[in-house]
């Protein structure tokens, strides 16, 4: 296949970096600066973002070919054995949100202590990409369940995110996701409750979170420690106003890829 001149230079320049590309005659790449600047940006781009809520589900979702593998850990409230607890998750999506409709399935080992994978569960989300910064979802978590989550009831919610670039120097975006859910949503599990929160993106690799969960708020930072590898780190505190039983902190890391 022929490749034009013209795409070769540009691909010379974005390979070599932003200041061979700005050596380069504009007439010759025929781009405007706006459209070099916004190519030299992309190519400088992490391969992942950090994360924009510590709890609750969010609107944007995986779609085909999408995997996503992550562990974690926790606090136990104080009086409460063991001490610490883990889990881990595995992530796959189909279908394609951005033209149609995506499905997200997850399955969580919840506790990987003195019996791994003794206790999970299984939960599904339908979601649609409303504009290149937004999306709709609807979920079930607890859809399938086994060992102790056996005990916890099935939970439904509706989710929408929103993501917004800023124009100026500081804060590079926000993001904001709010919802409606019951059951883990809703304390005591009665009724349906509004849940949300905001992220507030520091840096391209960083994002602080606060998350109210419907009832408790958490608080945590979400870091892409590398620019080419879809590797993302998430550190934070569960319940800060104790409304529940203690403060806990928790931790997790979560690597995504394609086939």
């Known amino acids: 296949m022929r490749m034009n001149m013209r795409t070769l230079v540009l691909a010379a320049a974005l390979i070599a970096g932003p200041q061979a590309a700005s050596a380069l005659q504009l007439s ?15 190519a400088k781009a992490p391969v992942a973002s950090p994360g924009i809520a510590f709890g609750s589900p969010v609107a944007f979702g995986a ?7 992550g562990a974690g850990g926790s606090t136990r409230p ?19 949100p951005k033209s149609a409709v995506g499905l997200e399935s997850a399955v969580n080992i919840i506790s990987i202590g003195e019996d791994p994978g003794h206790d999970g569960n299984v939960n599904l989300k339908l979601h649609t990409s409303l504009s290149r910064f937004s999306a709709m979802a609807v979920g079930v978590e607890n859809v ?4 102790t989550a056996k005990k916890t009831r099935t939970s439904t919610f ?5 993501l917004v670039p800023l124009p100026w120097n500081g804060p590079r975006a926000l993001a ?10 809703s304390k005591g599990g009665e009724g349906t409750q509004l849940f949300g929160g905001m992220a507030v993106f520091v840096h391209p690799q960083v ?11 958490n608080g945590g930072v979400s870091w892409v420690p590398f620019r080419r590898w879809p ?19 928790s931790g997790g890391v979560g690597y995504s890829f394609r086939f």
Do not use: C, H, M
């Open 28 to 42: 010759e790449l025929g781009l405007s600066p706006e459209q070099i600047k916004a190519l030299l940006a992309q």
């Open 63 to 69: 779609g085909w070919g999408e995997v996503g593998v």
């Open 78 to 96: 104080k009086g409460r054995s063991p001490t610490l607890d883990g889990g881990a998750s595995v992530v796959v999506g189909v279908g394609n």
């Open 144 to 147: 399938a369940r086994w060992g």
């Open 158 to 162: 509706v989710a929408y995110s929103q």
């Open 176 to 185: 904001f996701n709010i919802g409606l859910g019951d059951n883990r949503f």
């Open 207 to 217: 994002s602080l979170i606060a998350d109210y969960n419907g009832i408790e708020l």
């Open 231 to 249: 590797l993302t780190i998430n550190l934070g505190a569960i319940n800060l106003t104790e409304n529940t039983a203690g403060t806990e902190f």
